[in-house]
């Protein structure tokens, strides 16, 4: 398979930025300002402005400004901004796609699935807008009624990683604003072009309801400027999605100021296959988790916990899988697997799998797919291992699938939860017993439990998010809201007497 060249890649992506009104001046490559690449073919397709430490300063400021004017816009009416971006990102969800596939590699139908879930969000924060409930709590004291009132935080700082260049920062964003917060993302520096492009779609929106044109900005560069924005005292919540390594900065750093962080981070999924399970579905929901998006998506499965009388069966039917997996341009038609972000990827592709090997793994495929020298695409592997090793508490963020094999199914539960992360898990199964069991208190001890669909692609009408090194966070639906506001316990006397909780009396 052939990849398009730089050319018609920057051309596609010049005419997608132009179709949602993006007014950024594109420089060549090798021009001063951020590189925007491409995963396709490995080559800078253009340079974008870079945002200076001032103009960081700035749009924290007026993010931080519009936020006085916004918490007491009544949410209803925060809720037309999020309805009327969720219509752009209907009438552009091509434009957007092609931007995330020339920037993130992933193909059409997953480019267009991305965006799906932005608007999908959209929909429940519209939703939401209306149903920003607090509680009212039975007093002791007669006269006396307790409420919860729910009020905005300030401003939010979204960071996002390049494996979900959009979605994530809709999930953020369209919550946060309904919920009368205002918004600075520092997208992945690998995307720039496709957070350029939402930030023009919020713009207009804006500028369609006569929103202020600050509550949503975006600030475009490297650590430093992410760094900025965690330490910076006006940003109330730092919303962080990146590597456990990465978490493990902002989190002390935004507490050590008293600032919120809510932190999504790396995940090491596993989807235990019983003897009961069906494996025709059990080997479809396996192959889109581990091999989809290349390998690349937080929830990717990384491990395969298989009953000992069916594993053959099944690792036979993965690989048969594997095998007519059609790999190369992710824009083109058939395409399943298209690239590794870059080189480091592939480069901890193979170092895992040496690693596997070393500790006894019996690898099958894994090798380069040459298409082209700066891109790097490859065959997902699956690894047979004698035992859950080092390398498989590992996350690496490539195709990787290991198997191990188990007897009893609380064997195969340890195994499950004995890894650092706790993100997504799954159970194939027709017996109900064994489907309670991983859902139950000592049963997966990850953020997402599912029975008989992969680890991966999960709707937003659920709180995402897991526990361990995954960092605790909850973004998206249920009632992840309340990460984005504060919580007033208000008791109101009405009547003409002081009594004291608990019987105290004073004088
Ligand atoms: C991520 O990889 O950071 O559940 C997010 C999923 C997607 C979101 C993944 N809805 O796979």
Redo the contacts with the bound molecule.
């Keep these: 398979m052939s990849l398009p060249t730089a050319e018609t890649l920057r051309d596609r992506a010049r005419a997608a930025l132009q179709a949602v009104g993006a007014t950024v001046e594109l420089g060549a490559p090798g021009e001063s300002g951020l590189p925007a690449s491409t995963p396709v073919t490995g080559d800078v397709l253009c340079t974008v402005p870079e945002t200076t430490p001032d103009a960081a300063d700035a749009a924290i400021a007026a993010a931080a400004g519009a936020f006085a004017q916004w918490r007491i816009t009544p949410a209803p009416v925060r809720g037309a901004l999020v309805a009327r971006l969720g219509e752009l990102l209907v009438e552009h969800q091509a434009d957007l796609g092609t931007l995330v596939t020339i920037e993130a590699g992933k193909i059409t139908s997953e480019a267009r699935g991305e965006v799906q ?1 932005m608007i999908d969000v959209c929909q429940f924060a519209v939703g939401l807008s209306r149903q920003l409930y607090g509680r009212t709590i039975a007093s002791e004291r007669p006269g006396h009624r307790l409420m919860e009132t729910w009020h905005p935080l300030g401003a939010v700082g979204v960071i996002t ?1 390049f ?2 260049p959009v ?2 920062w809709a999930w953020n964003t369209a919550i946060a604003l309904v919920c009368g917060d205002t918004v600075v993302w520092k997208p992945s520096e690998l995307t720039p072009l496709t957070a350029i492009a939402c930030q023009a779609l919020i713009e207009r929106a804006a500028a369609d309801v006569g929103a202020p044109a600050d509550v949503s900005r975006i600030i475009l560069g490297n650590r430093d400027i992410g760094e900025q924005l965690v330490d910076d005292p006006r940003v109330a919540l730092v919303s962080a ?1 990146g590597s456990v390594r990465m978490g493990r900065e902002v989190g002390p750093r935004v507490a050590q100021r008293f600032g919120r962080s809510l932190l ?1 981070l790396g995940g090491n999924n596993a989807a235990i296959v019983a003897p009961s399970a069906d494996l025709d579905l059990a080997v479809r929901g396996i192959v889109f988790s581990a091999a989809g998006t290349a390998g690349q ?3 990717t499965l990384r491990r395969v916990i298989a009953h000992h009388s069916i594993v053959d069966t099944l690792v036979e039917r993965i690989t048969a899988a594997y095998r007519s997996l059609p790999i190369g341009d992710p824009a083109a038609d058939g395409t399943l697997v298209g690239p590794l972000i870059h080189e480091r990827s592939y480069r901890d592709m193979v170092g895992a799998l040496e690693k596997a090997r070393a500790d006894g793994g019996e690898v099958v495929g894994g090798a380069r797919r040459d298409l082209g020298e700066g891109s790097f695409y490859v065959e997902p592997a699956v690894v047979r291992m004698p035992a859950q090793t080092a390398v498989v508490h590992e996350e690496t963020f490539a195709p990787i699938l290991y198997v191990l094999t188990y007897d009893a199914l609380d064997e195969a539960i340890a195994l499950n939860n004995a890894v650092p992360q706790g993100l997504s898990s799954a159970i194939f199964t027709t017996d109900v017993r064994e489907a309670e069991t991983f859902m139950a208190a000592d049963g997966s001890d990850c953020g997402i439990a599912n029975v008989n669909i992969g680890t ?3 709707e937003i009408g659920g709180a ?1 998010g897991g526990e361990k090194q995954t960092g605790g966070g909850r973004e998206s639906g249920s009632d992840a809201w309340k990460a984005y506001m504060r919580r007033a316990t208000n008791t109101v006397n009405y009547s003409s007497k002081l009594p004291l909780a608990q019987g105290v009396h004073f004088g």
Excluded: K, Q
Aim: proline share 0%; with cysteine.
């Design positions: 879930e990683a494996n979900f979605a994530v999605t999504e998506r937080c929830t991966s692609g999960a995402f």
